[in-house]
């Protein structure tokens, strides 16, 4: 786009860091999303910001992507604590998941607006299915 003159706009930067996160460009993900402000004078979004977290969290990276959502500026909804949750499954990370569950449960028990529906709650679920031993019978 640059070498043709045309200037992004928000949607595209958003379209650019998800490219990146789905990729597992992590650093790449990070120098843009840091570039997009002073290079390009884009205001940043909760969309982008999700990009980083949910890149950060699918990435193993449970704790960084907890602690940079606790920097943004503004409140993460259901949508940013359920991708974490869903990565705190997938990594097994069962104190993180928690607290990340904590949030989408609070979220969905305070909010008129079902944005992560029963998945939400399957994924609760699954988080505190392995904070629990299970001796077989």
């Known amino acids: 786009m640059g070498l043709e003159g045309i200037e992004p706009d928000p949607v595209c930067v958003t379209s650019l860091l998800a490219s990146l996160k789905d990729a597992g460009d992590l650093q790449s993900s990070r ?54 949750l869903s990565s705190c499954v997938e990594f097994s990370d069962a104190s ?5 569950a904590e949030r989408v449960l609070r979220d969905q028990l305070g909010n008129s607006k079902n944005y992560g529906g029963a998945g939400a709650f399957i994924s609760l679920a699954n988080t505190y299915s392995m904070m629990v031993s299970f001796d077989p019978p």
């Open 96 to 100: 993180r998941g928690a607290h990340a």
């Open 31 to 84: 120098d843009w999303f840091v570039r997009i402000l002073p290079d390009f004078g884009i205001q940043l979004t909760k969309d982008h910001f999700y990009c980083i977290a949910d890149g950060l969290a699918k990435s193993g990276e449970l704790s960084f992507a907890i602690e940079f959502l606790a920097g943004v500026p503004f409140d993460p909804d259901v949508i940013a604590w359920t991708t974490i």
